[in-house]
């Protein structure tokens, strides 16, 4: 319905589709923006998120060191890769790795998940404890689960080929 009609008609113009109800963000284009949840941590506790990618020190350092550059704390490699693994965080590791975390973008955090030595499901769950809440991470890492429907309709460049 053109919005010219919906004034003749008394129905009002539904410029934005969907997104006209409050709280729902499909077809919202700043949906993107709003913080989103990693999902239950159950949901990702398939035989598949639990293989290791394959560690290599070099190329975490380069992500890492740059970002956290002047950062009080400072971790090698080799412990954000154990940090990850054992799960157990005291707050300092907690601060640590949300600053690590909500500093990559689409592209790097997929490449810290490839390089670390790490599994997605340990992934997810160090993104859980640290509370990570920014969309288009969060929506990565959701999107490694089978059981999550993203609601998303932008591109997202972290889009994988069927069986990858």
């Known amino acids: 319905m053109h919005p010219k009609d919906a004034k003749k008609s008394g129905q009002p113009a539904n410029r934005a589709g969907p997104a006209a109800e409050p709280g729902n963000t499909l077809g919202d284009p700043y949906a993107w923006r709003l913080p989103q949840d990693v999902i239950g941590l159950e949901k990702f506790d398939f035989p598949h998120l639990h293989r290791r990618s394959e560690f290599d020190a070099d190329k975490i350092g380069g992500i890492a060191a740059p970002r956290m550059a002047g950062c009080a704390v400072s971790r090698t490699p080799e412990q954000i890769r154990d940090m990850i693994r054992s799960g157990e965080m005291d707050r300092n590791d907690r601060v640590f790795l949300n600053e690590l975390i909500m500093q990559l973008d689409c592209y790097d955090i997929r490449r810290f998940a490839m390089y670390c030595g790490i599994s997605r499901y340990e ?42």
């Not at 490694?144 to 889009?159: C, E, G, K, N, Q």
């Open 123 to 164: 992934m997810a769950r160090a993104m859980i404890r640290c509370g990570i809440r920014l969309r288009l991470l969060t929506e990565w890492m959701n999107c490694h689960s089978p059981l999550y429907v993203s609601t998303d309709t932008h591109h997202r460049t972290w889009d994988l080929g069927p069986g990858l």
